[in-house]
């Protein structure tokens, strides 16, 4: 199975090429994360073009100053609170695209930690763990450009279904190989449960020794 290891820290994303294999991340300090661990890093949509959210951002500043130089030559205050709702929004924006900037060249805004017992779903909100049991259904498919592949996990529960989602590039991980690996997992993780579930077979009770003849 073709899985490759990203080097990279899952906390912070700091390069670990040619740290011991043990040794914790030295900027985040977290632990080095265990062989058997397979960590993917992805986007959360496909579109993950921060040149167009920079634009935007540099459209928003350039409107802000258009508005201030509307107030003050008219001398009048009234376009200067549009012009800094504009400016504020426009300066979130472009502070955006600089971080999706800098996540484009550490792998994405995503981070999948795919273990033994189940997986961590990092995202830049929050942090989530869910078991094989937690999850209902794995689903592959192929985005509109090359080398594009959506991965999305099912979770069911009372009254909503819960789905966590990562975009790939084919070019970096084996996607295939590691929806299978998800699969297999799932259906093991099933299988055991139900072993355990399952009440134990009543041993057949023991005939009395013969009596004497």
Request: charged residues 20%; hydrophobic residues 40%.
């Amino acid at each position: 199975m073709n899985l490759r290891h990203v080097e990279r820290c899952p906390g912070c994303r700091y390069l670990r090429n040619g740290l011991p294999n043990k040794a914790p991340c030295p900027e985040c300090g977290e632990p080095a994360p265990p062989d058997e661990w397979l960590i993917l890093f992805g986007w959360s949509s496909e579109a993950n073009e921060w040149r167009n959210l920079a634009v935007i951002g540099c459209v928003m500043l350039a409107t802000a100053l258009g508005l201030y130089s509307t107030a003050y030559l008219a001398r009048t205050a009234m376009p200067a609170f549009p012009g800094t709702v504009v400016l504020v929004a426009g300066g979130v924006t472009i502070a955006r695209s600089l971080l999706w900037s800098k996540r484009t060249h550490e792998g994405g805004d995503i981070v999948w930690i795919i273990r033994p017992d189940g997986v961590e779903l990092r995202t830049p909100l929050l942090t989530r763990q869910w078991t094989y049991l937690d999850i209902e259904q794995v689903l592959f498919e192929y985005g509109w450009r090359r080398g594009s592949v959506h991965l999305c996990l099912l979770q069911a529960t009372v009254g909503q279904a819960k789905e966590a989602t990562i975009w790939l590039n084919e070019r970096d991980v084996d996607a295939r190989a590691v929806h299978q690996l998800l699969r297999d997992r799932l259906a093991a993780a099933r299988a055991a449960e139900s072993h355990r579930t399952q009440p134990a077979a009543l041993n057949p009770r023991a005939s009395p020794p013969p009596g004497p003849s």
